[in-house]
């Protein structure tokens, strides 16, 4: 936990050092507590307190003895409803809008769906619905919302709010996405990969959860990364860690944009997947479509989605045509994961995003054994499979807690 400090000079980081105590403390805190656990002196504790209960971030919650003889002490709770934060996640498939409350609770939730040419203009007017939808939750007032986090597929120049040519959605090239959207909507906004994000709605979930050094697999339209180290996210030199998908996972395997064979992210993307099962006449093409053997076939990205859900359906039904080609993935997956693993000394990887609830139940029986089986000698210890609990809006969780960490989190004011 951070420590404060004694000085005039920072009163507004005392202020975030407190508010992140209470956050983390479900019991709430006395200011004799909060004394012990942030270094600061009683006045300073009693002085920034009053501010925040002035502010209406915290509430006095009753009294409790504390075991010493005296007068009861009085708690000091989170007040859930004293801000929120909105995070909005695009990914070309789906743009998803979620309205965090103080204590990081989803309070309202938005979805939109990419426009299928992927067109820049269109994408932003579909997020700026989507916030002015949750801007509109009954018992919000639009006055507390703090900012909006936008979660975008990499890479990205943090520092300008841009997106600079995602593979996967070119039509977003060199989009000036936190300026027009700060413009469309009158609210701050910051910019970061969507792999970050994860792993922050992750880390926020449980800051001492069950590991301090973790991957978080991110499945949407491609994948990617996000990694928690020393318990802390990690984001790279330039804000851009996490680009995994050029790791070779299989030498035989498909050709990749990039010219080699075998990357992890072409091996187990939905697409990937969705062309296999119409190769090997697993899935329907959509009609009008002729399959040719090992020829791409341009799909737009709403006929994929509702392909790879019949392809995942189909392989929880017991085909076992589908079965192989989702195992394939599988195996890719425990391939990359043990890499992973041994590289960053890592005992636990989290899989979750957009497109991974459909493949959970077969990830998950399947992979902690194949992770086993490849691990002969790989690795010193074992590795913990786990799929995320967030559920399919993790990138736009994770955005609004990064708006939230940003005014409320010691870690990133001492940036
Ligand atoms: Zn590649």
Not at 141 to 157: Q, S, T
């Amino acid at each position: 936990m951070a420590r404060g400090a004694n000085l005039p000079a920072i009163a507004a980081f005392n202020e975030t050092v407190v508010l992140d105590a209470v956050r983390r403390s479900p019991d709430g805190f006395s200011r004799v507590e909060l004394a012990a656990r942030t270094g600061l002196s009683a006045q300073t504790v009693t002085n920034v307190t009053r501010r925040l209960l002035d502010r209406g971030f915290i509430r006095e919650a009753g009294t409790r003895s504390e075991g010493s003889p005296g007068k009861p002490r009085t708690i000091l709770r989170l007040e859930p409803g004293g801000a929120h934060a909105i995070g909005v996640h695009l990914d070309p498939t789906v743009i998803a809008c979620v309205l965090l409350d103080l204590a990081g609770a989803v309070v309202a939730q938005a979805h939109r769906p990419s426009p299928p040419d992927g067109d820049a203009a269109a994408t932003l007017a579909a997020a700026v619905d989507a916030i002015r939808e949750v801007l509109q939750t009954p018992g919000v007032d639009p006055e507390r919302v703090i900012g909006v986090g936008v979660a975008a597929p990499g890479p990205i120049d943090a520092e300008r709010g841009v997106v600079i040519r995602p593979p996967l959605a070119p039509g977003w090239n060199d989009l000036p996405l936190r300026d027009e959207l700060a413009q469309a909507t009158g609210l701050l906004c910051l910019v970061a990969k969507d792999v970050t994000c994860a792993a922050v709605a992750e880390r926020w979930r449980d800051p001492a959860g069950a590991s301090q050094d973790y991957a978080f697999v991110y499945y949407g339209t491609g994948v990617g990364v996000g990694l928690v180290l020393g318990g802390e996210v990690y984001t790279g030199s330039s804000d851009n860690a996490g680009d995994v998908g050029h790791t070779l996972v299989d030498p035989e395997g498909v050709r990749c944009s990039c010219g080699r064979r075998g990357c992890y992210g072409e091996s187990v993307r939905p697409y990937r997947l969705v062309m296999q099962g119409l190769w090997s006449g697993v899935l329907t093409p959509p009609p009008g479509t002729a399959v040719v053997q090992g020829e791409d076939l341009r799909l737009d990205v709403e006929t994929v989605d509702r392909l790879f859900s019949e392809l995942a359906a189909a392989a929880e039904a017991g085909h076992t045509g589908a079965q192989e080609i989702v195992d394939r993935s599988i195996r890719h997956s425990a391939f990359f994961a043990s890499n992973l693993s041994a590289l960053l000394d890592l005992d636990r990887v989290v899989f979750g995003g957009p497109s991974w609830a459909r493949v959970a139940p077969r990830y998950l029986d399947q992979l902690p054994g194949q992770l086993a089986e490849l691990d002969t000698g790989v690795l010193t210890h074992g590795v913990a499979i786990a799929g995320s609990a967030i559920g399919d809006d993790v990138a736009a969780v994770g955005a609004a807690a990064l708006v939230l960490d940003g005014t409320f989190s010691p870690r990133s004011i001492l940036r």
